[in-house]
């Protein structure tokens, strides 16, 4: 017997709806790529989002299941993207400007973007681009008629003169919750990227899933800043669960520096804003420089993406009086899987054993199932301290890649291989120790560089570390330590060393220091440490 309830798919313009008509003045803010701030409101975007759809099926000829691609900072005009092109039923494919060229074109080409939208920033780039993705039949600039840039790409159309175009009175089509309507490639650090195919379902789950009060706790009363870009992953799903709690937006825009990230935090309010390590650790560098400013309405950062060294959860919390949520995700999970808050039970913990527990990468929420397993597949104990491979499962998770890419990561009874290995505490917390492949084994044993990283992060002079496992002729592997120092240290290899002593196992400590200039980062702001073995290949450890 079915239940006799209305019939309502969870489709994502009906979040920009709501948002319109129950929060319609809420604000969004933006640093436009032209340059000064932009206001707008969900009424406003509700309404320019339905005449871009009208002009989109009208002059660009597009229909249900059209892809799109985008190439933008965040900023409403992405955002009026996203929902008008959802919202007619077409998939916006949000491309990564930071991959190499030739990654861009396969991407383009492998999900077939019959347009790209683009900021002016990229008008450069894709001129060069242009000749490897022929199939694309026109760019529209992310700009009026005013700033309109002369450029070679072809069919270059004007996105206010396109929505001008538009009717404001367009209706939403309605269809199946299942239909596709964003596309993410993952960057691909082995082999060509896969992409990840959402729908309208596992997007507005997501959104809901994330503004929970033990997720991001997303309320009309916040103002919400994704730093994270909504062409990685999803920007978090802050662009969904803003609009669903009501909560005002801001949008940094192109600029991702301390100065600019500040002044969008305090011109905007902000109380709640999420971003990778690497954009906190330049705000903070900045407020170091600038020890009068201080950070009164920031409640909570959210930070994931790669391990979030102590030092910086630290400096929120103890000097600048933000709480920080480490959460951790990926591109596969739309992207959140889990975050660090408090329970009923951890509540109760002193100040320092929370300290630790708040470190982890945190617990799952509702709709997202994870455990760890051996090779074997064979669940392992959540003792905290056994590692094992991470799988997971819940509605808004891939459960194939776009084109049947990448198979091996799916299994039969439906669980996702992260690719990542973890622990997960008496508590229920789970902490990444390492991606697969980059663990360090050494004498059959497992080393987690995140660990060491995290451990050398907090030694005064350190201002990145990596840690990457060497092969040795006794051990199989060994850890070498790469360091990039603070402006104006001198800290030496003994100085570091020093430091990890009594707080690793003696097996652990690395068996060498190297100091570098400079770290190199994934396109996704992570250490590339494929990119470090190559460079260190045939290093040869002191005494080997
Ligand atoms: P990419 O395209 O670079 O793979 P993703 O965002 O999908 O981009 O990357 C997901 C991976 O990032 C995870 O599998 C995990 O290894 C790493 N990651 C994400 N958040 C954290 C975190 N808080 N701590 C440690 N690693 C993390």
Redesign the pocket.
């Known amino acids: 017997m079915r239940g006799l309830m209305q019939e309502f798919p969870l489709l994502v313009h009906r979040v920009l709806d709501h948002a319109a008509r129950w929060h319609g003045t809420r604000p969004i803010i933006s640093r436009s790529v032209e340059g000064p701030l932009h206001r707008t409101d969900y009424a406003t975007v509700s309404r320019r989002s339905r005449a871009l759809a009208s002009a989109c099926e009208a002059r660009l000829g597009l229909s249900m299941g059209s892809v799109i691609a985008t190439m933008a900072w965040n900023t409403w005009r992405h955002l009026e993207i996203w929902y008008g092109v959802m919202g007619m039923g077409g998939i916006v494919h949000t491309l990564n400007p930071r991959l190499f060229t030739d990654q861009i074109a396969y991407i383009v080409n492998h999900a077939e973007d019959q347009w790209i939208f683009t900021d002016l920033t990229f008008v450069p780039l894709l001129e060069k681009l242009q000749d490897q993705i022929p199939h694309v039949k026109g760019f529209i600039i992310l700009t009026d008629e005013a700033h309109m840039p002369n450029t070679t790409l072809r069919n270059p159309i004007c996105y206010e003169t396109l929505i001008a175009s538009g009717d404001e009175a367009y209706a939403w089509p309605e269809f199946d919750e299942n239909t596709a309507c964003g596309m993410c490639y993952?960057?691909g650090t082995t082999g060509h990227p896969k992409g990840v195919l959402y729908s309208h379902r596992s997007n507005v789950l997501h959104g809901m899933m994330c503004a929970l009060g033990d997720a991001m706790a997303i309320k009309s009363i916040d103002v919400a800043m994704p730093v994270v870009p909504m062409f990685h992953?999803n920007a978090w799903s802050l662009a969904f669960s803003a609009p669903i709690g009501g909560a005002a937006l801001v949008m940094p825009g192109p600029k991702l520096d301390g100065a600019s990230i500040y002044e969008m935090l305090t011109e905007g309010c902000v109380t709640i804003t999420a971003a990778v390590p690497t954009v906190w650790l330049m705000l903070l560098q900045y407020l170091e420089q600038n020890p009068d400013l201080r950070l009164p309405q920031l409640n909570r950062v959210v930070i994931?993406?790669?391990?979030?060294p102590e030092s910086i959860m630290k400096a929120f919390v103890e000097t600048y009086g933000s709480d920080v949520i480490?959460?951790?995700?990926?591109?596969e999970m739309s992207?959140i899987g889990s975050l660090g808050v408090p329970t009923g039970q951890t509540n109760s913990l002193s100040a320092e054993d929370w300290w630790t527990v708040k470190l982890k990468?945190g617990r799952p929420p509702f709709m997202v199932d994870m455990k760890i397993t051996d090779d074997g597949g064979n669940a392992l104990p959540h003792d905290g301290t056994t590692f094992g491979r991470l799988k997971v499962k819940g509605p808004a998770i891939a459960r194939s890649y776009y084109k049947g890419d990448g198979v091996n990561a799916f299994d039969a009874e439906g669980w996702f291989d992260?690719?990542?290995v973890a622990t997960i505490d008496p508590h229920g917390y789970m902490q990444?120790t390492d991606?697969a492949k980059d663990v360090i084994k050494s004498g059959g044993e497992w080393i987690s560089s995140?660990e060491l990283e995290n451990i050398a992060l907090g030694c005064p002079g350190v201002h990145e570390a990596a840690a990457i496992g060497l092969p040795h002729p006794r051990w199989d592997e060994r850890p070498l330590l790469v360091v990039v120092r603070r402006q104006g240290s001198a800290i030496s290899r003994d100085d570091v060393l020093r430091h990890l002593d009594g707080k690793i196992v003696k097996w652990w400590m690395p068996d060498d220091v190297a100091f570098v200039d400079e770290i190199p980062h994934?396109a996704?702001g992570?250490i590339s440490k494929l990119e470090l073995r190559t460079r260190f290949k045939g290093y040869a450890f002191p005494g080997t």
């Open positions: 993952t960057s992953a994931g993406g790669s391990a979030c480490h959460a951790w995700g990926m591109t992207p990468q992260t690719g990542d990444i991606r995140i994934t996704t992570k």
